[in-house]
């Protein structure tokens, strides 16, 4: 577990930091990192802490669902299904279509987060047999 002092740092108000996090790039990359973090006008450890700390926050974000995606999944659903009943020329009933709304309400917010998770690791389709 990371120890955190809890003294603060006078010159900006800041605790410790006490742990370091490290990976090795090329000379290249090292100086386009370099350049990235001056355009920004930050020392280059800061600008890659902001950079690591915005996409975990983002990273979880996704995870919860964000509301547009989780409402666009829901509408792709929806029209999937009843677009799909109308080209194979079957009508749905009230009581049909009111089951699949209850339908998408429960599942879409799983089903946008697995597309999100598709998308994260190389938007390869799933296969259904």
């Keep these: ?22 990976t090795k790039v090329t000379d290249q990359e090292l100086a386009e990192l370099e350049r990235a973090a001056a355009r920004h006008g930050v020392r280059l450890g800061e600008w890659i802490r902001d950079v690591l700390f915005r996409e975990a926050k983002l990273s979880s974000e996704a995870l919860d669902g964000d509301p547009e995606m989780v409402e666009i999944i829901g509408l792709q659903m929806f029209l999937t299904r009843v677009l799909s009943a109308i080209a ?3 009508r749905m009933t009230r009581e049909q279509c009111q089951e699949l709304m209850r339908n998408v309400k429960a599942n879409k917010r799983r089903a946008a987060q697995d597309a999100l998770a598709q998308y994260r690791n190389g938007g390869e389709e799933e296969h259904h047999a």
């Design 1 to 22: 577990m990371t120890e955190i002092i809890l003294d603060t740092n006078r010159e900006n108000g800041r605790e410790f930091r006490t742990v370091t996090a490290s």
């Design 88 to 90: 194979c020329g079957e």
